[in-house]
């Protein structure tokens, strides 16, 4: 059963224009969510968090939205570059109660941005 | 930033011997790491929890006999596929945090296992 959905395995967008990933979730216990991006051989690098008591985080090029009535996010990078292309991975957990958590990932979204 | 470092980054061994991984969290303690396992084209699946000084949690359907953990320091834990066979063959991943809430998790660069 997968919890966390990431529906489109690949996305490719022009240099400059808008990048949009979107995932899904089901679990209503999850209150925190995050994109990692990863390289080949690489492990996932942390890009952007929200808690669900937000609906949009935004640092730098990278912006992510939240709409928990849908449990839905997406992340949104703009303007894209070619060494944004990666795979991106959502993350949930939910934390409930202490500091230390575990977390289910999506699939993943492989992003190739063209020059 | 915090950094987690993985070794081996990548590892060939025969069916039927045991392999070690270790992670270490170089700048900071980490109070919980966790193994994760990824298949090609897969998501990221979580093995197991460890924290220090105490024996791992293990996701449903892993085989805690088979990937020993131990996390005896607040810097290293290690993973050991023990009897290896080739369908253990994958990219094992581990990741760290210092327990601080609202802190994302490190991740080492990963372990390519490959058993012949």
């Known amino acids: 059963d997968q919890q966390v959905k990431q529906n489109s395995p690949s996305l490719s967008v022009q240099e400059g224009r808008i990048s949009i990933l979107n995932c899904d979730y089901t679990?209503?216990?999850?209150?925190?969510f995050l994109w990692y991006k990863k390289y080949p051989a690489e492990g996932p690098t942390f890009l952007i968090s929200?808690?669900?008591?937000?609906d949009k985080n935004e640092d730098g090029r990278f912006t992510v939205f939240l709409n928990k009535s849908a449990k839905h996010l997406s992340l949104h990078i703009v303007p894209s570059q070619p060494g944004d292309s990666a795979v991106y991975f959502c993350a949930a957990s939910g934390r409930s109660g202490g500091s230390n958590y575990k977390l289910t990932f999506g699939k993943g979204t492989l992003l190739t941005v063209n020059p | 930033g915090a950094v987690v470092s993985q070794h081996p980054s990548w590892v060939i061994c025969k069916s039927g011997t045991s392999v070690k991984i270790e992670c270490r969290s170089l700048?900071?303690?980490?109070?919980?790491m966790f193994w994760y396992r990824q298949f090609p084209k897969q998501s990221l699946m979580l093995m197991a929890t460890s924290n220090e000084g105490s024996k791992a949690t293990y996701e449903q359907g892993v085989e805690k006999d088979k990937f020993l953990i131990n996390h005896a320091s607040l810097t290293l834990s290690t993973l050991t596929v023990t009897s290896a066979h080739p369908e253990d063959s994958s990219f094992y991943i581990c990741s760290a945090t210092g327990g601080v809430k609202g802190s994302p998790l490190h991740f080492g660069n990963g372990t390519r296992l490959t058993v012949t």
């Open positions: 679990n209503s216990m999850f209150d925190y």
């Open positions: 929200i808690s669900s008591i937000k």
């Open positions: 700048d900071f303690q980490a109070t919980t």
